[in-house]
């Protein structure tokens, strides 16, 4: 087992990752709008426990997401379609306001 990995040799990947939340796109992009949402001070950071503003990396994350938007159309299923189109607006709208 290769060092740095987390895993040891009693316990394998998939013991490992059972206690992170379940790997979707949906999970994926909630993901990423919950960075964005740090990034323009929305809700605060669960690192520090404050608010601030970083417009440079919430653009950066708005940026992510729409190019994501633009190479998956035609495979999303109706929901994770509607999902990502719906925070990346949401996220537009809150950088508008955070800018202003």
């Known amino acids: 087992m290769p060092k740095g990995t987390g895993f040891t040799m009693k316990e394998g990947p998939s013991e490992k990752r059972s206690q992170f939340p379940k790997i979707d796109?949906?999970?994926?992009i909630l993901s990423l709008y919950s960075s964005g949402l740090v990034q323009l001070g929305k809700v605060e950071d669960p690192t520090t426990g404050?608010?601030?503003i970083h417009l440079d990396l919430a653009q950066h994350t708005i940026?992510?997401?729409?190019?994501?938007?633009?190479k998956t159309r035609?495979?999303?299923?109706?929901?994770?379609?509607?999902?990502?189109?719906?925070?990346?607006?949401?996220?537009?709208?809150?950088?508008?306001e955070a800018k202003a």
Not at 25 to 28: D, E, M, P, R, V
Not at 63 to 70: C, K, P, R, V
Request: glycine share 2%; aromatic share 8%.
């Open 50 to 52: 404050e608010k601030s």
């Open 25 to 28: 796109f949906s999970s994926f």
């Open 74 to 96: 035609g495979n999303l299923n109706e929901e994770e379609d509607n999902l990502l189109k719906a925070l990346v607006s949401e996220l537009r709208i809150a950088y508008v």
């Open 63 to 70: 940026d992510m997401m729409a190019m994501l938007e633009e």
